[in-house]
Each structure stands twice: as C-alpha cells, then as structure tokens.
C-alpha cells in the first residue's frame, strides 16, 4: 500500500470508529451490506455525524461560526480532492467516486443550520428540514448502493425518501422529551409539548407507517449488496416505532425508548435468516 493509499484508508477507518462509538443500531446495519460497501456508508455516516454534532452538542461555542467553517471545509475538500481532516477527507472521497449530488450536501447542511434558528416547525419548514436532514442521507447512501447506475438510482428514489423520512419521524417521537427541553424544539408542526395527547400521538403514527408502507417497494428492489443491511435498519426502525405506539403519551413525553442490545442483534440474525433463505 503507498502512502496515498495508507492516508485514504486510515481517514476512512476513523469514520468507521465515529459510527461505532455513536450507534450501535447503524453498525449492525452496516456490517449486513456488501463488504465493499462499509467504508463508503461509514464515510457517510461520519460526515452526517459530526455536522449533527455541531448542532447538538457544543453549546459554549460559536455554533454558526463551527458549521460556517465546517461547510467551507466540506466543499473545498471535495473540489480539491483533499482534505487534512480525516472525516472531510473520507467524506470527499466517496462523494467524488460515486458522484453524489452537491445539492444534496447542500440540503443537509441548510438542515443543521435550521437547527440553530428554529425551535418550532410549521409544515413547509418540517418536510424542508426532514429532507435535508433525513432523505438526502438516505440519498447519498443510494448513491453507493447503485454503484453508478443511474437508472436504478432514479427508481430507487422516492421509496428511499420515504424510509429516510420515517427514521427521521420515529426519532423526532423518541427523542420529543430531550429535543423539548435541551433544545427548546419541537418538529412536529402545530404540536405543543405540553398538549401533547393520544390524539396528536395517532396521527403523528398513521403519518410515520405510511412513510414506512411505501418504502417498502424500495427495499425489496434494493441492489443484492445492499438489500440485507436496509431491510435490517427497517425492521429495527419498525420494532422501535411499535414500542412507541404501545406506550401513552406521558410516557414519551418522559422517557427516551430505547430497543435493547440484544434485540437489535435478534434482528440482525432473524433477517440474515430469511435473507439467506430467499424468504425476504
């Protein structure tokens, strides 16, 4: 291996750690896709990851000035092909080699920069934000997955917006306690936190299973690479949103859900399983 190559596959090893060190529920799926597909969907994952991180996490710091550089550094790391951040690094290469859209790096970003002046959402802003912070995401990752085919990409679109648009969903209903009163946000438009009842509960849900519903077309179209790794991060997602739906409104409103460990992994082999037996 030549020294170009040791700095690209070590940058690319340091997203993989990122994804490991902050989901657990992404690694599994992951490690489910085509084995040539890990690192560019861990390159994914750690750009995605540290932009959000910028949002959430420094809040002694300037958070416009760090998104403001973080976004010039992304977009001169991918024009000149090089970056000495090893994130933007990895990131640029997988941008460049499947020729992932600007306009969808650029939508994310204007989705973390909303992060930092909305605390509530009406409707345009809502599915404005989801599509940048959730659907463009999915977007890129399609990108990998069709390996430069264009024409399954397009096909593939809208199936992978809506599942894109449905993990953002279920981890808005999650997350609604700490995003409330860590981040003084609420997503969902026309919701008040504190009215916050089984009426709006239900219809908040029927919106997320019909974003679930027709993204499933989507999977099972998906390239074979790719196919077992999606399906996985389905049925996690799923499992997650119908422990939601079980649980009353005052308890989401105190109580981050989580699926435990040992549960993710019962997927993971339940769909190895069929995907192996030609059930999926």
Do not use: W
Request: proline share 3%.
């Amino acid at each position: 291996m030549d020294a170009i190559s040791l700095y690209n596959q070590t940058t690319l090893e340091c997203s993989k750690l990122i994804t490991e060190r902050y989901s657990t529920s992404f690694t599994l799926g992951i490690k489910t896709l085509d084995k040539s597909l890990h690192l560019p969907i861990y390159a994914i994952y750690g750009f995605v990851r540290y932009a959000d991180e910028i949002v959430d996490t420094f809040h002694d710091q300037d958070k416009q000035a760090l998104l403001d550089r973080f976004k010039k550094d992304t977009y001169e790391a991918i024009d000149a092909k090089i970056s000495l951040n090893p994130v933007l690094h990895a990131f640029q290469l997988i941008v460049n080699k499947y020729q992932i859209e600007k306009d969808l790096i650029e939508a994310f970003l204007h989705s973390m920069e909303m992060d930092l002046d909305f605390k509530t959402y009406n409707d345009s802003k809502y599915h404005e934000y989801i599509y940048g912070s959730a659907e463009v995401v999915g977007l890129m990752c399609l990108r990998v997955f069709c390996e430069g085919d264009d024409a399954e990409y397009q096909r593939l679109r809208e199936p992978a917006c809506k599942l894109g648009a449905a993990f953002q969903k279920v981890n808005f209903l999650r997350d609604i306690k700490s995003d409330y009163e860590e981040r003084g946000r609420v997503y969902f438009p026309g919701v008040d936190f504190n009215q916050f009842n089984t009426s709006v509960k239900a219809l908040i849900e029927a919106d997320i299973q019909k974003d679930f519903d027709d993204s499933l077309i989507g999977i099972a179209g998906l390239p074979a690479g790719a196919k077992l790794g999606v399906k996985v991060a389905y049925l996690y997602y799923q499992k997650l949103f119908d422990k939601i739906k079980k649980l009353p409104p005052e308890t989401i409103t105190q109580q981050r859900v989580r699926i435990p460990n040992a549960k993710k992994l019962s997927l993971l082999f339940g769909s190895y399983l069929e995907n192996k037996l030609g059930l999926s």
